[in-house]
């Protein structure tokens, strides 16, 4: 039992300090030498725990993907855009490293993910959150979702590289206001969009 509990000490070691060097530099800027000497084991200690750089990023992607989708399904399955937002933000302010490590590198690592992982869709779940707040008339309905759901997660993902770097201390709430009126000035029903048309009747 005390064997597996240092063994166990030790991976999570590895993936704290793995993950803040990748969120930091990105995974193909840090080699095994630098997680390493980052967590004071040699280059065939850290094989004990993963067969390489690629294994470890796939483990923390699938590590960090499943904060993410654990926070943001009931946002995303009862609410709307503002609880959606904060959401993501709680989670920034929680784990900046684990939400930009996933935001950067989405398309790398989406294939290594288990299947219940995959069917538990980021970028689907924002979709469907936008198109029900188009369909209730809090969204412009001609935005395709998918450029909307880019808009959001670019700025969230900017977000979480400020809070990483310390280059700002957010409070989740206030931002997730703030963000929701910026976006609905941009985003909201044209006034066209929820008047009928009128066709002018020439009495002459």
């Known amino acids: 039992m005390i064997t597996q509990n240092i063994r166990g000490t030790a991976r999570d070691a590895v993936l704290t300090q793995s993950l803040r060097l990748f969120a930091s530099r990105g995974v193909d800027a840090v080699s095994v030498r630098d997680i390493a000497a980052a ?12 067969a390489g750089k690629e294994a470890l990023a796939g483990a923390l992607f699938e590590q960090c993907y499943r904060q993410m989708v654990e926070t943001l399904e009931p946002a995303s399955e009862r609410n709307g855009l503002r ?20 935001l950067d590198n989405l398309k790398r690592y989406w294939h290594t993910l288990p299947d219940d992982l995959k069917n538990r869709n980021l970028p689907k779940l924002a979709n469907e959150m936008i198109a029900r707040e188009a369909m209730a008339g809090r969204m412009r309905a001609d935005i395709p979702p ?3 759901a880019t808009v959001l997660f670019g700025t969230l ?18 931002l997730a206001d703030r963000l929701t009126v910026l976006l609905s000035e941009g985003l909201s029903p044209r006034l066209s969009d929820q008047q009928p048309s009128t066709t002018e009747i020439d009495d002459g």
């Open 39 to 50: 967590t004071g084991f040699t280059n065939p200690a850290l094989f004990r725990h993963f």
């Open 83 to 102: 609880a959606w937002l904060e959401a993501v933000l709680t989670e920034i302010v929680r784990r900046p490293e684990g939400v930009l490590f996933v």
């Open 146 to 148: 998918a450029l909307v």
């Open 157 to 174: 993902g900017q977000v979480a590289r400020s809070v990483h770097f310390n280059e700002s201390d957010i409070d989740a709430a206030a």
